[in-house]
């Protein structure tokens, strides 16, 4: 019989245990669980150069772009293997099923599992057929009730097994073997789910194919026996590639070509690489084998378990977390160190265990060093545990599908022209192209913004954006292109953020949230999922922007969001937006707007550096209210209103507000006049009037200067001044008329000769400022100085 | 039956403490009276033998992991929760299966003095004989130190922090010296203190990180899930509707749902189906307040109108328990009710009209 040796994938103690092993046996063949066409990169994994985590991916270059990413890091059983075999000149194959298969049986079953959901949907008598009374909860589902995490049975149970005989082995096998009879109960009592019953058939079709391979090596060499040859494979299917197990046939050649016809029939072709991993990557890929949640940890737990103590590894933890915590400036002593040791081990002892698990170590390090809260430990976590590692591979090693699909764009999209080492511009209009019979040539120019788009967000430097004035049409871009090796750098280097141009830059986007969850940041990155015509993105992101922003007081970054939202709808049409995307888009701008009327009262308070930016919030809600019939702009007519005779904030925003409302004839110029009379009166600071003023003059000048009764009143609210009072609001009242053009000053020497009854010529009274005048003022300025910021008179 | 209002954990169950004692296989620690193991099952629930340990804290049972493994290793357990997460319930517990005895307690209040955490004097016999072993009057920290048990410290926080201070020396040297009688005395193996405090209540003194330093710190959540929830207020609804007479029928599973989903949004600061983040009033709204509510609108029904929880009555309990600092709380509810409730399906709409009425007077 074969040695057959089950592993858990991305397991540090199987790494440990399978070289053990192999150095015992000294097998002449190693056959191990990885698709086969990939048996050709063997001898690259022990290129000096090549420094892991890194993976074998296969991709199809055709849409839809499919893959297949089996990534290896240092602990991984199947790396050590295959490092052992190159350093032992041990023959060693992949024999999993081909990659090609592997895409074209999925598009198959993906398929066929639609076809026969919706089947089932219209059929409803199956609901009424057999009812198994076996209820199936995945297994992890069990370990998750039994030990708080499926990982933490995992790691009691197989990783700290000690490493005599074969420990590991009997363990692991025990456990695929469970596994393997809980999933043939599942798929008897989940007959009606047809995913459930494909995945089980994927498996046969698997182990099928494996068996086969092995009996090949047997045919093929008479010289090798069954002894001679080594099977590593995760432990699932241990059981299933036994030769006496007749649960499983091995697959005849007439099978093998109905599953290749298959692969030709979906026109599949896959390209080969490996390419660069890293332990972040590796952490977010759920599911068996395809991930771990803590790669260093487990990285560590690798070199504890080469060195024979797993002792340290709680130490080395707690240690590591400690020395993270004082590096961002948070308390972490040794003591406390201590104390965590102590406690995991005591939580450990509690649970049967030999060693603490990680699950041990993190709740020590909760108790020990968080006060029993996630926040402060939450960044030194992150970095023991998975670390920043990223593997490397040397130049020209690797293709990949990002590469490929770039590629793919630039022809699709008519780009290749314009890949050249020098500069080209392209202009894109935007709008559908009526004169031409294809979808796809209607909307070139717009497929083309989304993906120049795309590579903007990625950083990779092929385009830049040429920005034209705001005045120029909104459905015309212009863009700079150019090619050059640092592109094709960046591009390799966006492959870990995903495998084509598309999903690597809704990664960006979400690791740029994760990052900064700021208003300005999140607001930024759903205008950004809209240029880069990434729907589901941008969804996403109006959900974390809700999630994120609510304890926000961010006033000016909330309404600067909703002047991006209003972009967002009202370009969504050119922009082909989704009916449902446009729809809460305008859920989300209604309730920004709820949001922000409520707000405003707290705002208007602030100190004149702010007043620009409040009004251009301002602008940007009283915007809405105009464009969006959905929006009710009673409440904020009425907000606008209290705010125009209320002394005590800002005035500028006073007097901004009073101008909005006549404008928006809301008010008469009536209404305004007694607001004018109010605020001249003479209980009232001259700074406030002037402010009042200056604000009201920033939106509507020619309102002031028609009305000659404001002028009467204006007159005889300087007259009234005492000399004091004088010298104060004199220099407020200049400021506030600085910004009148010529021809406007002229109108208000017209009214002004009126009301006094004059005839001189205007330039009598319209002078320029003499050097003595300017020198008075200066001098006034100086008095006030420490009030008011004077250095623009 | 006994005439005591309020038995102890340990005369309560002690059945239960027993069975555990008599079915012990693992090494019992010094000064316990059973296993870690046992501990557990006993706060957990489990059988001992025959007997059937009944579950005295639901939900989080890793956090019960903690708890017993700091005791183990000779570490003091600080319990800090918002009200209402059953702190005290869970100390009292411990000790009582650890010791027997969760009898030693100090009551942690803005008059409890320094004394109360050492020892203080009879002062009759001190005057009357001088500083004497007679005279001295040990405090439930001494006593344990003494007898290598555990004492509790009931909200710490309500604490001044110069009596906070004086745990700080008893934690770290685990001694007391008491110079008068020129001695000190040293704690048996088995010493240790379990304090609760409270993170929310407002008019509570910070803790000084010293102190913290000087406990392992477990937070208790408030129940994990809304049916929960549901359960623990249904319960104690009834119980204290029998118990005060209120004369009004007990609410539906209706009402006990809306408002268990209210208080939870925003306790959580999110809505249920975690899609749209709320603002949190500033104050606490705990399992303990939303059965008051419910009680107190039952009043209001039995007493004022039909004796059957109507929306209005629920609108004016929300109002009360939610806004308490007029302005803001007032506006975050307010917004609540425009961006949460209001888009609501199902019948929440008779209960947003009222709320909004009442609430109305805000800009």
Redesign the interface.
């Known amino acids: 019989m074969p040695n057959y040796f089950g592993i858990r994938h991305l397991s540090p103690n199987g790494a440990f245990n399978i070289r053990r092993k192999l150095d015992e046996l000294k097998p002449k063949v190693v056959l191990i669980e990885s698709p086969s066409d990939f048996t050709s990169f063997i001898p690259e994994f022990s290129n000096k150069e090549v420094k892991p985590p890194f993976a074998i991916l296969a991709f199809t270059s055709e849409k839809p772009i499919k893959t297949v990413i089996v990534p290896f890091a240092i602990y991984s059983p199947e790396y050590q293997a295959v490092l052992w075999c190159n350093e032992n000149k041990v023959e060693c194959r992949f024999i999993d099923l081909p990659s090609d298969i592997v895409i074209s049986l999925e598009l198959s079953l993906d398929e066929k599992i639609k076809e026969l959901d919706s089947k089932d949907k219209d059929d409803k008598s199956i609901d009424g057929g057999v009812k198994y009374n076996f209820k199936y909860r995945s297994i992890y589902d069990l370990l998750e009730k039994k030990y708080g995490s499926h990982e933490t049975f995992w790691e009691a149970n197989i990783e700290h097994t000690n490493n005599q005989d074969d420990n590991y082995f009997e363990a692991v096998n025990s456990y695929g073997a469970e596994l393997r009879s809980v999933d043939y109960l599942n798929n008897l009592s989940n007959s009606n789910n047809n995913k459930n019953n494909f995945d089980f058939a994927n498996n046969y079709i698997r182990e099928s194919y494996m068996k086969a391979q092995i009996l090949e090596v047997l045919d093929n060499n008479k010289k090798i026996s069954e002894e001679d040859i080594v099977i590593l494979t995760g432990a699932f299917h241990t059981e299933g590639l036994k030769l006496d197990n007749k649960g499983v046939t091995p697959m005849t050649k007439k099978e093998l070509a109905s599953l290749n016809k298959l692969v030709k029939a979906n026109k599949t072709v896959t390209q080969k690489t490996l390419m660069p991993y890293s332990y972040f990557k590796l952490s977010k890929q759920a599911g068996y084998g395809a991930g771990n949640n803590a790669p260093n940890y487990y990285h560590m737990l690798w070199n504890a378990i080469n060195n024979s103590d797993l002792d340290s590894i709680g130490i080395e933890y707690l240690t590591s977390i400690a020395r993270e915590m004082r590096e961002e400036g948070h308390n972490a002593s040794s003591a406390q160190v201590i104390d965590a040791v102590k406690l995991s081990k005591s939580l450990a002892y509690l649970n049967n265990r030999e060693y603490p698990t990680l699950l041990d170590l993190q709740d020590a390090c909760l108790t020990c060093f968080g006060e029993g809260e996630l926040g402060s430990i939450a960044k030194a976590r992150t970095i023991t545990e998975i670390g920043t590692t990223i593997g490397y591979l040397p130049d020209g090693m690797s293709n990949t599908s990002i590469q490929q699909d770039f590629n793919n764009n630039i022809d699709d999209l008519k780009l290749r022209t314009y890949t050249t080492i020098t500069t080209n511009e392209v202009s894109l209009d935007l709008r559908e192209n009526i004169h031409v019979k294809s979808e796809k040539s209607a909307f070139l120019d717009l497929n083309r913004s989304f993906f120049l788009h795309r590579l903007k967000t990625l950083g990779v430097h092929f385009c830049s954006q040429i920005l034209h004035s705001q005045d120029s049409a909104s459905f015309r871009e212009k863009w700079n292109l150019q090619w050059s090796t640092e592109v094709e750098i960046e591009l390799v280097e966006s492959s870990l953020l995903g495998d084509t141009i598309e999903r690597a830059s809704i990664q960006f986007m979400r690791n740029s949230i994760e990052e900064d969850t700021s208003i300005s940041n999140i607001s930024k990155q759903i205008l950004n999922s809209f240029l880069c015509g990434l729907p589901e993105a941008l969804s996403e992101f109006i959900v974390i922007f809700q999630m994120e922003t609510i304890e926000s007081k961010d006033f000016i970054g909330f309404a600067n969001c909703i002047d991006n939202l209003m972009n967002i709808i009202n370009y969504g049409n050119l922009r082909k937006m989704s009916k449902s995307n446009l729809e809460s888009t305008i859920n989300m701008l209604e309730t920004l707007y709820q949001k922000v009327i409520l707000m405003l009262d707290d705002n208007l308070s602030c100190d004149d550096s702010q007043v620009k930016a409040m009004i251009k919030a301002i602008d940007i809600i009283d915007k809405l209210t105009i464009d969006f019939e959905s929006i009710d702009n009673k409440q904020w007519l009425s907000i606008l209103d209290n705010i125009t005779d209320n002394l005590n904030i800002n005035q500028f925003l006073a007097g901004y507000s009073t101008a909005l409302l006549l404008e928006k004839g809301f008010y008469t110029p009536e209404d305004v006049e007694k607001k004018i009379i109010f605020h001249l009166s003479s209980s009232i600071d001259g700074k406030i009037t002037a402010n009042w003023l200056e604000g009201f003059c920033m939106k509507n000048r020619y309102q002031l200067i028609l009305n000659l009764n404001i002028w009467k009143y204006l007159d005889k609210y300087i007259s009234g001044l005492g000399e004091e009072d004088f010298k104060r609001v004199v220099l407020f009242l200049r400021r506030a008329f600085t910004k009148f053009s010529s021809s406007e000053k002229d109108s208000i020497v017209d009214n002004l000769k009126e009301l006094w009854g004059v005839n001189i010529a205007n330039s009598e009274i319209n002078t320029t400022i003499t050097k003595q005048e300017l020198e008075v003022f200066k001098n006034l300025a100086s008095i006030i100085d420490d009030e008011y910021d004077f250095d623009n008179i | 039956m006994s005439e005591i209002q309020r038995q102890s954990a340990e005369n309560l169950f002690q059945k239960e403490i027993n069975a555990l004692i008599k079915a012990e296989k693992n090494p019992v620690p010094t000064g316990w009276k059973m296993s ?2 046992s501990v ?1 099952t006993y706060i957990v629930g489990g059988k001992a033998g025959r007997t059937i340990i009944t579950p005295k804290y639901i939900g989080a049972n ?1 956090l019960v ?2 708890a ?3 005791l ?2 000779d ?1 003091s357990l600080l319990l ?1 929760g918002e009200p209402g997460t059953a702190k005290s319930w869970l100390s009292e517990h411990l000790t009582a299966a650890i010791n027997g005895d969760s009898t030693k307690v100090i009551q942690g209040t803005a008059g409890t003095t320094e004394e109360n955490i050492r020892y203080t004097w009879n002062y009759a016999l001190l005057i009357a004989k001088g500083p004497s072993d007679e005279a001295l009057i040990k405090s439930p920290i001494f006593n344990a130190m003494e007898s290598g048990s555990i004492a509790r410290v009931e909200e710490i926080s309500r604490c001044a922090s110069e009596v906070q201070d004086a745990l700080i020396s008893i934690l770290s040297e685990k001694r007391i010296s008491i110079p008068e009688l020129s001695k000190e005395v040293p704690a048996q193996k088995g010493f240790s203190v379990i304090a609760t405090a409270n993170t929310r209540d407002k008019g509570v003194n910070d803790m000084s ?1 010293a102190l ?2 000087r406990f ?4 208790l959540p408030s129940p994990a899930s809304i049916e929960q929830e549901m359960e623990i207020v249904k319960t104690r609804v009834e119980q204290l509707s029998n118990s005060l007479d209120l004369n009004a029928k007990i609410p539906n599973d209706d009402v006990v749902e809306k408002v268990c989903t209210i208080f939870r949004e925003f306790r959580d ?2 809505t249920l189906d ?7 009033p500033s104050g606490v709204l705990s399992t303990a307040e939303a059965i008051s509510i419910l009680a107190n609108s039952m009043a209001l029904a039995g007493s004022f109108g039909k004796g059957e929880v109507t929306n209005y009555d629920l609108a004016s309990a929300l109002q009360g328990a939610i806004v308490k600092d007029e302005s803001s709380d007032s ?1 975050i509810f ?2 609540y009710l ?2 949460v409730m209001k888009k609501r399906e199902g019948d929440w709409e008779e209960l947003y009209k009222e709320c909004k009425k009442l609430n109305s007077g805000v ?1």
């Open positions: 870690p193991r557990y890793r992991e903690i017993i493994s700091t183990v290793t570490r800090i990180s913290k330093r392992n710190i477990v937070v600061g999110i975690k899609k749209q983040k709320i603002k949190q506006k307010l917004e425009e961006n800009k």
